[in-house]
């Protein structure tokens, strides 16, 4: 069993939607969480980096922990074309070891 | 702005060639990695290097070498090339242990092995 399961996707809704991406872990020792965002043929860019449980709001992104449930969520607000790409979750344990990355749940926005 | 430079974004090379795909990051970052891209196996990490002429192998290290004589600079090595290396190749960078886990990637190589 792997150790962050992605919602798998392909998901695909309308301009103005509200998404919901969401990853849920098995290793508690995860203390840093990440949500990366991917467009076609380029490298991931880091679009959320929060540490432990509770929220935090950028603009139209929202980044959710929950650690007693071992569970994280990117939501999208008014959802844009633009937004159209895989988004990766990834955590780290505090000891500054390597990322694990989720497969990547790829998100399209239609006009 | 951080900036993470890779050789080139798409490569094609014969079996059992050697491949030497080279990583430039500006921002004077500690830890530096190479991953794969497949579809289906998402992200995997091939080695990583917490400083200078330092590596750790990462998940799939079978088949790669890597090296770092400077701090900027990550070099991943195909020593003899091979189909099921066909893949995108992702170099990132990331601070250290302030911000773990921040990455910087850059856009990538294609390699074909063909």
């Known amino acids: 069993q792997k150790e962050v399961e992605q919602d798998p996707g392909p998901l695909s809704v309308p301009e103005g939607a509200i998404v919901s991406l969401n990853c849920t872990y098995s290793?508690?020792?995860?203390?840093?969480f990440m949500w990366y965002r991917q467009y076609s043929r380029k490298g991931p860019e880091l679009l959320m980096y929060?540490?432990?449980?509770g929220n935090k709001e950028d603009g139209r992104f929202t980044a959710q922990v929950d650690k007693s449930s071992k569970y994280i969520s990117l939501f999208i607000r008014d959802s844009q074309p633009s937004d159209s790409a895989t988004y990766l979750c990834?955590?780290?344990?505090?000891?500054?070891?390597?990322?694990?990355f989720g497969d990547g749940t790829t998100l399209t926005v239609k006009p | 702005d951080v900036k993470v430079t890779q050789s080139s974004r798409y490569l094609v090379k014969r079996t059992g060639e050697k491949v030497f795909l080279e990583c430039v990051q500006d921002m004077d970052h500690e830890n530096m990695f190479w991953y794969r891209q497949d579809p289906g196996l998402g992200l995997r990490l091939i080695y990583f290097s917490y400083d200078v002429k330092m590596k750790e192998k990462g998940d799939i290290p079978e088949g790669y070498s890597v090296s770092r004589e400077k701090k900027e600079r990550f070099s991943l090595i195909l020593e003899s090339a091979s189909t099921n290396q066909t893949s995108m190749y992702l170099c990132?960078?990331?601070?250290?242990?302030?911000?773990?886990?921040?990455?910087?990637f850059g856009p990538g190589t294609r390699l074909t092995v063909t």
């Open positions: 929060t540490y432990s449980s």
């Open positions: 990132a960078s990331s601070l250290g242990r302030e911000l773990p886990g921040e990455q910087y």
């Open positions: 290793n508690s020792a995860f203390q840093y």
């Open positions: 990834a955590m780290i344990p505090t000891n500054a070891g390597k990322s694990t």
